[in-house]
RNA sequence: CGGGGUGUAGCGCAGUCUGGCUAGCGCGACUGCUUUGGGAGCAGUAAGUCGGGGGUUCGAAUCCCUCCACCCCGACCA
């Protein structure tokens, strides 16, 4: 490909609303264009990048069997009535309605139109298991875009599916999935990518993992411990928390005036925050349910955690009139001599097994001193002991007990081992040997191809640009001309691009005659691993510049005479790195 | 959805408070000349529904009403 010609035009300063390494490179390298929030074009580098991306998945994915379909973008909303998705997810599901009136929507992900093309097509055990996957645009309307291609509206995402006829196949299959996964990501050139275990939320199924590229402008916390053998989403870590138990003292009411907060009343008292419970309120969004925690004040609910034990899939804080009608006083609240049997109280192990904590009395500046679980709560049936607590930095690590640590990370990838949630909601069943029916086991697998790419350029990058891996980059190898005008510099470049390009390595030659600064900035920001520069200065020599991106040798000069088969040899090498 | 902010040439901005001539500046684009190793210089050219609608006024980018879009923080999120 010529520069001159070359759609996507680089910009010299950063754009002012970008934040993220990625989102300004993406914008600035000309990869891609905003066309609404949370909504893009990609240019020719970025659709090239992307292309290459979907071309090792596709590998990886026929690898461990699946065979690729594309089902379509718009559905109707009956197919989603089946699973009781068209009700239970929220905004995020663009719905619209077609010329008739008839209800429709925007897929956000396939486990319906999948499961509905299975269940025609497949009904024998024989058949089983199968995997089916696409490469395909999703659409999810969420509240809030960001950080350029990390959070979007509309995107690519490689969703696969597999059908198996019990939970042992199902397990199995999930473990050759993680391995593809694992490959498909080194093959990307992913620095640093964690499996970890993850919350299922509403997808349904117990056991899921989210591949975490680990970097600073990830919106996820994944939870390690120091060896890595405890990996785990925030959402759902826990800790191997030990809580001392000393001999209970009597309850004691006491006059805390304008102490609301954990903060205040720790002031106030002359306690630590670890010696207080606190009370927090939830209301379950969709029925209006109202949940009581309590915790120890050094620590915070995991809304995530509570809200599987609630069942509910969405949580609020509540209103100080929803807090009131249970008989409970903000700022004041205690689950002691509480109306209780309107609400479920679940107490996190920090509060259930401290001693003598400082609770609220239920009455507008008042504590009680000395709240003993076991003596002043237990055995009440509407309140449950469980883990409700977020994991903090340093807490004990549930495997090896040493302290945790905390990373951010972008979720480019996740599998889940789904059941039957879909396949016996929408009748997707097989015949056994025996002509009994089943409804098949099912599995789901994502990637976020557009996220994938921002994240390889997090991992990958300096204060120039990009260094994109050889798998992936836009082009393998860069031709600049400076001065192509004088000493037949001009000639040479031309000749040089045309004999690599017989020989298939995918050049971009630089042809514009700029200057050389401005060149070399240009070819910064698209990344190319492979740079040649042919000048007079080196010309005259009968060589030319070889330079690598990403700098890890010196520039070197070349001979111009076998320079054609040198460069492939490099390319070649640098493209085995990546292969499978 | 809550809080904050911004909309003026392709991009980045000034002008708005305090209404007034033909709406400016930098970058980019185009033409010519000179330049050429990390985003060159000079000269010239083109490019604007001042986010939309309504209002006030002799006169609105500027004041008022209203709608919209986009960004940031939070909430939410497979």
Known sequence: MRMSKLVGRRIKEDPKDAKTVSHKFLIRGGYVRLVSAGIYSLLPVGKRIVDKIERIIREE????????????????????????????????????????????????????????????????YKQLPVMLYQLQTKYRDEARPRAGLIRVREFTMKDAYSFHTDQQDLEQYYERAHEAYERIFRRLGMLRVLSIAANSGMMGGAVSHEFM??????????????????????????????????????????????????????????????NTGKAVFYQNVRTGELIFAVIRGDFEVNEAKLGNLAGAAELKFADDAAIAAIGCVAGYASPLSLASDKVKIFVDRSAAESSNLVVGANEPDYHYLNFNFDRDLAGQPQVVVADIATVREGDPCPVSGAPLEMCRGIEVGNIFQLGTKYSAAMNCSFLDQNGKSHPMVMGCYGIGVGRAMAAVMEQSNDEYGPVWPMSIAPYQLQVCAILPGKDGVGEKAEALYAALLREGIEVLYDDRGEKAGFMFSDADLLGVPLRVVISPKTLQDGEVEFKRRDGKTEVERLKLDGLVPELVKRVKQELALFAN
Request: with cysteine; hydrophobic share 35%; charged share 30%.
């Open 61 to 124: 994915m026929d690898r461990i069997d699946g065979q690729e379909v594309l089902m379509p973008v718009v559905l109707p909303a009956e197919l989603w009535e089946e699973s009781g998705r068209y009700k239970s997810v929220g905004q995020e599901l663009l719905r619209f309605q077609d010329r008739n009136d008839k209800p429709m929507l925007l897929a956000m992900t396939h486990e319906e139109a999948v499961t509905h093309l299975v269940r025609t097509e497949v009904s024998s």
């Open 213 to 274: 590229a680990i970097c600073e402008c990830g919106e996820d916390t994944v939870i390690t411990s120091p060896d890595q053998r405890y990996r785990a989403n925030r959402e759902i870590a826990t800790a191997a928390w030990k809580f001392e138990k000393s001999a209970s003292l009597p309850l004691e009411k006491v006059h805390t005036p304008g102490s609301k907060s954990i903060e205040e009343v720790a002031t106030f008292l002359g306690v630590k925050a670890e």
